[in-house]
């Protein structure tokens, strides 16, 4: 029902404007329907029972989402089902760690669940799937050693290896955080991750705020996870095409993303019973966690009382198993361009009964699909379609909208303007975390500074000038933009990015920064529930409501605007960024090498001219544009982020097409393969020893200076130059 | 001058139709247009001197074309210069093969070059490069054994291994014909290639018309060409990205293109000296040539008068170079749709003087051009973009067109409507033979409905009923359709096809197909001169002058018609044909091993019924449609080729990236890699042995069924289903 305050903006509208209101009173209006009472009625809905990928009641779910949005008023609602991989712990042979004694009786054993608690709401923890390592293989491994591994990166290894601290058939412990889960065993027998109070309670007030009290983790919380080794590939079985249920499948043999050690999560009351009894060095100050003992990186463990044949038992029982999985596709078919997409998307599937990840993402979408259900009943389409997508299996590892890309890819490649994602919509209250293809930038900014914060706070009254106080790209500046990082590694825009070159945003309201905690404290446990939200997080829904305007806003512009919102000049300065990174810290090293950056720089710098010439085209069209010069204009925009795409991938992650935006294998702020290339450089580059290094560089430093200058050429005139 | 019947025309239309003439009437203008007088004076200009890729009398033909373009009246005429890996003989150590005697004196030598003739109009035949075999390595191959390898083909070397004829260590002696000239070595230590009177001079009047007095080959004609092992990769050193003159480039030791052991071609008058001495068994049948020889394997040889110690010598001193070739690309900009793009492309470099290969053709493109800019001067402008190319380099392997597609590729999969080549525009005049992706038929065989065939003959009065009558598709039916063939490997469209998946069309006037000469006797040997074009191929232009009327025809089509003439459903037909040879070749041993078929077949009824759909929703939009409607469904038509594009290449040949139009290994009439994957089987599919083979098998049944699929899921209304 519309409150009085609607209807007469409606009906004011209506009436000064003679009918059908224009685009920005759509805006307007779809912004004040947005209703914080109705998406904590979906949240209420979406979080009453487990909905994992692959069960029965995760095709329930998808049946819900896709009925209500045909109720809602949506041209169509459709499910897209995929065959895929899946895990799930054994249901009758709990996957544990234990300590045993020389006798072989369990002194200690991790606890089997989560227990319960006693919430207003409740909440159904008991039929949360027990935490396990999905894809991780059953077996039962025991040693007399086990080594602590901090957050197990490559950094913690290469220091271990340094100590001369082996893990080679020994069981390692590692904390969660900072690093994916999927990892190389390196030689160790088995793994254990637990969740450090560091990550999950931190110095400030979590200590006295442990759910169900606050925010913050009991050691009894266990983060749920997959644990495959992915770099892009979609779900194991069927790399490079879509899991339909003709697909062929290799066997899980061939699969190099399956983990090959057994691995269980546990939390920290259990942990510490592990590491109070580790020995050996004490670890640096950075490997410190904040559980009251000394952390040792073993690999001897036993205290006085225990002997030293006490071993460590991990006992995994994990299976994985072939499942359908669910995405939901529901569209409002655009009037003038109909095949033009702007696509919406977040994933439904959770591990846990969903409140904050990726629920509140769901409640945030059926709001706005509802709200634009009711102005479609005014008369209303978008000029573009607007397509919705709710994602099925993301946390066993993105396979949904993976496998979604893999069969509709090339669709999408020639028809798809923008990819805007939303996982956990709301998971604290500070600040906006933006990630963002950089053309998309401006867009977002322009789009915040319409939102309305919700709460008096002198940092502002709109989401931008509360986001960009407290959220600075440079915080020594107090005229700073807000931060929006480049996209990364962690949810379903993933594919949009490297495999097709489709822009992208990804929004989420978060924490502040200075607190880095992975995710949130209760991210994959079962105390993820409405309760939380509706307690602690967003107990009014106000915020939720911001993430529907602001995702409903720039889905707006996308859809509606004659010229699509794409920012050519901002993707050159990122690209101009990368080069200097690379220039600053490494040109050096391509001097002494005789290995000249011109090419690069000139690329760049061409890129940055046919961005700025391509927007001054772009001005001087009149409002009376015809169409197909509209149409002509927009294809570019929209072409400009694929020829960043090289078919055959980045060396070594063949599904990781794009060339600016993927990730390497080390972390640089440069261009990925050409970063990796630098990264694997020793010192000295003119040691004859690393010609063959050396020669990767260049041939990676040729490939980049090629696909920005194709990038340049996609912005020229068409058909005024050789192409 | 125009004729003063043109210019009457002319006039007539504009007074008829009071100012610039429809559509329709400016194809019978520039139909009307076409000069045979200039085409042949084009011709005689282009092949006054040899201008080979990379060589400044090359660049110099290219600064012609594009000065001439630019004359006419064209948009713009541009230079795409690449720099490329090419093959040369050393100007001061002819190459040759030798007998010598057991005192190491030669007593044959295979001649230094063709020798020149006396002929009106004069040839400039001893400034051709002298015959060689274009990448061979350069050394000196000595064997006492040699054995002749038929036509090379992997079934010539099954049958010597069967009859227990080694090749290892020794040289073998292959004639030219039915098989590319890049193979693999198998072993040998050296190849002589040479022209066998069977495919040069025939059974027929070729015997009295050997040139100078004919069309036939003397003794003395060698052809040349390059001996890359090509897989679609491009140039060899920079496979993948074009070779600009920053790219990065591998050594020459990792290309898997360059051939391993010496090459040398010959002519059949020096082939007679080596093969009369020929020992060992006859050959069958098949593999007998015309020489007046008994035609055997070897491998030993010599007569009474030479001793066994005789030795042949092949002695080849060929250096790759890396040198600048020139790409030519002309523009005339559409005025509705300058983002789409209409091809014509010839290449312009040549081994000899090019009067046939390729310059027949390109004096046919600038007549085209000439004409056009003729129509530009009275108003007219097409409404897509008209692009003209002129590639170098193709003789030395398609390395204009591959490197300029890896460069442009990505544009021109957005904008490309199709590419039209044209090689050897007439070879002779007795057909036309046709290769399509089979979109373009209708649009072919409507072009050739409106071509006169300039000559009188009981078959017809247009090209398309002496083409049909001439060349049937199924020469038991009268009213066949004339023959259209899929593209082959031949020529610069192939990355067009392979890399993009533009549609593609390839035309050429050519003798009767019933005399299986290899293209046509006097093929890259000096002979292809003015004089041979004049004298003995169509001395009044005449039919150059009708595959100007086609190119241009089928051209302007694809360029003014509001709807693109691509013809869905042609595409099915084609599929169809693919899937029912599978079915009937192979469906019993599919049955036989349960490997289910139906998800190709309903893959393949989809896309048929998609198709008809498609047309069915397109017939039904009216004369008065919106621009932005009309682009849509030309966006479809366009888009729906790139559907069979798989970026992961079929297997062993990740160049060739179109799933139903590439070449695969083995020759079938069904999809390439499934086609290699069943032909791979052996004749038991039970057979455990076979079991891995059997997987490949399944694997690529199930890619093709999804990229058919996929082109289909094209073709529907976009945003009415779910994607």
Redesign the interface.
């Known amino acids: 029902m519309m409150s009085a305050g609607r209807t007469l903006l409606l009906l004011t509208l209506c009436g000064a404007l003679g009918g059908v209101p224009a685009q920005q009173d759509w805006t307007d209006l779809i912004a004040s329907e947005m209703n914080p009472a109705r998406i904590e009625e979906f949240l209420r809905i979406l979080t009453e029972k487990p909905h994992l990928a692959g069960t029965p009641d995760g095709a329930e779910l998808a049946e819900f989402v896709r009925q209500t949005w045909l109720d809602q008023g949506l ?2 609602a ?3 089902p995929y065959d895929v991989l899946l895990s799930y712990p054994d249901p009758d042979k709990p996957s544990y760690v234990a300590l045993v004694d020389e006798n072989n009786d369990e002194v200690f054993r991790s606890s089997a669940g989560e227990p319960p608690v006693d919430v207003d709401p409740p909440a159904n923890i008991s039929s949360v799937v027990p935490p396990f390592a999905a894809y991780s293989p059953s077996g039962v491994v025991e040693s007399t050693r086990l080594v602590y591994v901090n957050y197990g990166r490559t950094s913690d290894f290469d220091l271990l290896k340094a100590r001369g601290v082996s893990v080679r058939r020994r069981i390692v412990i590692a904390r969660y955080g900072k690093t994916s889960r999927g990892r190389k065993d390196r030689g160790a027998t088995g793994l254990i991750v637990f969740s450090d109070p560091r990550e999950v309670v931190g110095t400030g007030r979590g200590r006295t705020r442990k759910y169900p009290a606050g925010w913050y983790a009991p050691g009894t919380a266990v983060q749920r996870g997959h644990f495959l080794y992915t770099t892009g590939e979609g779900e194991p079985l069927t790399p ?3 899991a ?1 249920d ?3 499948r290799m066997e899980k043999s061939e699969s190099d993303q399956l983990p090959k050690i057994p691995v269980h999560p546990i939390g920290y009351t259990d942990a510490m019973e592990l590491l109070r009894l580790m020995r050996g060095y004490e670890v640096p100050d950075s490997w410190r966690g904040l559980l009251d003992t000394t952390y040792r990186y073993g690999p001897r463990f036993g205290r006085p009382k225990l002997s030293p044949a006490t071993k460590v038992r991990l006992n995994v029982n994990v299976r994985t198993e072939q499942a359908t999985i669910h995405n939901v ?1 529901g ?1 409002i ?2 009037d ?4 033009r ?1 702007v696509i919406l998307g977040n994933h439904r599937d959770a591990w846990n009964l969903g409140a904050v990840d990726p629920n509140s993402g769901t409640a945030c979408l059926l709001e706005i699909t509802r709200a634009l259900g009711e102005m479609m009943k005014r008369g209303w389409r978008p000029r573009r ?1 607007l ?1 919705f997508i709710s994602w099925d299996a993301e946390e066993h590892g993105m396979h949904g909208s993976h496998e979604w890309i893999e ?2 890819g ?3 490649s ?2 798809a303007v923008a990819y805007i994602n939303v996982d956990i919509a709301v998971r604290e209250t500070y600040t906006l975390r933006a990630r963002a293809t950089p053309s998309l930038r401006p867009l977002l900014k322009e789009a915040a500074k319409k939102v309305p914060w919700p709460e008096p706070t002198p940092d502002g009254n709109t989401l931008y000038s509360v986001w960009r106080q407290r959220s600075p790209a440079d915080s020594e500046d107090p005229d700073s933009d807000p931060k929006i990082s480049l996209p990364a590694s962690a949810s379903d825009f993933v594919p949009f990015v490297r495999r097709v070159g489709v822009p992208i945003l990804d929004l989420a309201m978060v924490h502040r920064y200075t607190i880095t905690y992975p995710n949130f404290p209760l991210y994959h446990t079962a105390y993820e529930t409405f309760h939380l939200q509706k307690a602690y997080i967003d107990p009014e829904f106000k915020f939720h409501r911001l993430m529907s305007q602001l995702w409903a806003g720039v889905a707006f512009s996308l859809a509606e605007a004659e010229i699509l919102p794409i920012d050519v000049s901002e993707y050159a300065t990122t690209v101009r960024e990368m080069f200097h990174w690379l220039k600053d810290e490494y040109g050096d090293q391509f001097e002494t090498a005789q290995i000249s950056l ?2 690069l720089e000139s690329a760049v710098a061409n890129f940055t001219l046919a961005a700025a010439a391509f927007e001054e085209s772009l001005s001087s069209i009149g409002n009376e544009t ?3 010069v509209a ?2 204009y927009n ?2 925009l929209m ?1 400009m982020e ?2 960043f ?1 090289d ?2 991938g980045i060396p070594g992650r ?1 599904f990781y ?1 794009h060339t600016v935006l993927s990730n390497g294998l080390y972390s640089t702020d440069t261009f990925p393969a050409l970063g990796d290339s630098v990264k694997r450089m020793g010192s000295d580059w003119t040691d004859p020893g690393q010609a063959s290094k050396l ?1 990767d560089v ?2 990676q ?3 980049i ?2 696909f920005i200058q ?1 990038a340049a ?2 912005l020229a005139t ?6």
């Open positions: 041209d169509s459709h499910i897209a490079g095409y879509p339909k003709y697909a062929y596709v569209i078919r655009g003038v361009e109909p095949d997409y379609t397509m069969e509709f090339k669709i999408m020639d028809r011109d090419a015809s169409p197909i149409r002509m294809d570019q072409q694929r020829a795409i078919p055959l063949k097409r020669r260049m041939e430093l040729s490939i200076s090629f194709s050429n996609t068409p058909a005024s130059t050789v192409f």
